[in-house]
Structure formats: C-alpha cells, structure tokens
C-alpha cells in the first residue's frame, strides 16, 4: 500500500515537473507557445507581466469556470432526477467543487516552478534564427518541449489525483457540451490561439506568441500522450495503484 502511494506521488509530481518544462521550453524556443498558455504569455509579453503570475491568474480563472460550469450541470442532474439520492449528489456536489478548489493551490505551485525554469534557462539571441544552426537548434528545443509537455501531462493526469486547471477546463466542458474530449481540447485550443491572436493584433500591432511551434503543439501534444500511454500507461498504473480505477472507468478497456 505504501509502495503504491510513493510511486503515484512520484509519479504525479514528476509528471508536473516535466509539464512545467515542456511549456517553458516551448516558450524559450521563440517559435510560438503552447495554445493554452498563449494568451498569459501574450499579455505577460505585452504588458510586461511575470508569466508565471500571468499564468496563474488564467488558471484561476480556469477553476473559476469549472466551478460554474460544474454547479450547472449538478443542478440540471438534481431538477431531472428528483430521487432519494438527492442527499448524496449534495455531497459529491461538494467534492467536486473543492476539487476544483484545490487546482488553485497546485497552480501556485507549478506557476513557480515555471518561473524558476524561466530564469535558469537562457533566451536565445535575437539573431541567432538567422542562421541555419540557429533555426535547426530552435527546431530541436520546440521538438523536445512538445515531447516532454505530452509526457507531463500524460504522467500527471494518468494518476487521477487534481488535474492541472488546463486540462480540467477541458474535461468539464467536454462534460457540459458531450462531446468528445479530443474534439473539446481541440475546439479550445483554437479558442485560446485567436483569443490571443486578437489580442496581439490589438494591442501590439502584430502576432505575440503565435507561431509555428503553437500549431506543432496543439497537433504533437496529444500524439505524444497517445503514444507515452501506450508504452507505459499500464506499468505506471499497476505500480502506483490506480490499475482497477483505470479499468472501471474505461469500461474494462
């Protein structure tokens, strides 16, 4: 019992870890950022904000919305169903909303994390893209970025403890609308990058963190979590304990 418990918190931390990398990396490569820190990162550009900071007051906002969109649909659910359950859904209804609660917490953390990768890893200079070494080693740290965010996100959330606020968001409007949460990720990372490029254009006058990079995120990160799960999901789940939670809510698959 102990052991599992380890290995689903060392596995869940490190998975934040490397997430919180990923993003960073993907940041630092100059080639545009990850759709769903896009539009912190534009306002934080513009405006001169602390990203980590930016990042965290989005976030918040994310679990904002969970809350609201939560209540909505546990009230649609108690008005349709009107049985001696209603106590228990009360309940849970709680849970759920301080699950939501404590993705604020867990965004403070990891947004100093993000800080403290941002300060220890260097930008790259201004015209070090102008040269063929330059752009194939930008290339290379937006590769490695997409790849590492897909392993962090893939860890982090295969151990069903609370999710981090961007995925979150996802899940609970997949949820509300009943769509699919590929569809749904997908759908919302479009939202974020022509919220940010409406933003930028406004504001600054031309794109601010919109780039190739975002487009090779939004494609690479979920193909990256596809085939990390596939490799190494059912280890991970068998040593940290979450295998029959994995198999009940997956319908046995």
Do not use: W
Request: proline share 2%; glycine share 10%; net charge positive.
């Amino acid at each position: 019992m102990k052991k599992t418990v380890y290995y689903r918190s060392l596995f869940y931390v490190l998975g934040l870890l490397v997430l919180a990398l990923g993003l960073i990396l993907n940041t630092k490569a100059g080639l545009g950022v990850s759709p769903i820190i896009s539009v912190a990162y534009s306002i934080s550009e513009i405006f001169h904000y602390n990203f980590g900071n930016t990042t965290l007051a989005l976030y918040s906002l994310f679990v904002l919305i969970q809350m609201v969109l939560h209540l909505i649909r546990t009230r649609n659910a108690d008005a349709a169903s009107r049985n001696i359950l209603a106590h228990a859904e009360k309940i849970d209804r709680r849970l759920l909303l301080f699950m939501d609660f404590l993705q604020i917490p867990l965004s403070l953390v990891f947004t100093r994390f993000m800080n403290l990768f941002s300060s220890a890893i260097p930008e790259f200079p201004e015209d070090f893209g102008r040269t063929e070494q330059g752009v194939a080693l930008r290339i290379l740290v937006l590769l490695l970025a997409v790849i590492l965010t897909g392993i962090g996100a893939a860890m982090s959330l295969n151990m069903r403890l609370i999710p981090n606020p961007g995925d979150g968001i996802v899940q609970a409007l997949s949820d509300c609308v009943g769509k699919s949460v590929g569809l749904t990720k997908n759908c919302f990372d479009l939202f974020n990058i022509l919220l940010t490029t409406t933003l930028s254009l406004t504001l600054a006058g031309h794109l601010v963190g919109i780039g190739i990079g975002t487009i090779l995120a939004m494609i690479g990160v979920g193909r990256t979590i596809a085939v990390f799960n596939r490799l190494f999901q059912e280890k991970m789940a068998r040593a940290a304990g979450v295998e029959r939670q994995k198999r009940q809510e997956g319908g046995g698959n």
